[in-house]
């Protein structure tokens, strides 16, 4: 795991200990005026209209550390890309679509993603 400078300078260092692992290949999120909030699943029974996800883990974030994430997981999937090649747009988020339906709730969405 990799050490990363916080903005007051400080180190951070990982404490050495098992992390607990999930697999997720379903995704989702909310919002608050507060927070956001962070769904991971697994796919379950799918028609061909709609997906069951299966929940398993909800990480909730306040904006500014969702911000942080969004920053660390385009480093991340650069690097990955870099070292394995581009990653495949199956499953992929329809962003446009995404937009206009959070747009239209203006209250808490709950979009998914699978893969």
Do not use: C
């Not at 499953?91 to 995404?98: P, Q």
């Amino acid at each position: 795991m990799t050490e990363a400078k916080l903005p007051s300078g400080q180190i951070l260092k990982w404490k050495e200990q098992d992390f607990p692992n999930v697999y997720a290949n379903i995704m989702g999120f909310g919002m608050t005026p507060f927070d956001i909030a962070l769904m991971f699943g697994l796919i379950g029974d799918s028609t061909p209209t709609e997906v069951t996800g299966i929940p398993l883990v909800k990480v909730i974030l306040s904006p500014e550390q969702a911000a942080n994430l969004f920053k660390l997981l385009s480093v991340a999937i650069s690097t990955f890309a870099e070292s394995n090649g581009q990653l495949r747009l199956a499953g992929a988020v329809d962003v446009e679509d995404l937009r206009l339906k959070v747009e239209a709730a203006k209250v808490t969405p709950q979009v998914t993603s699978g893969s």
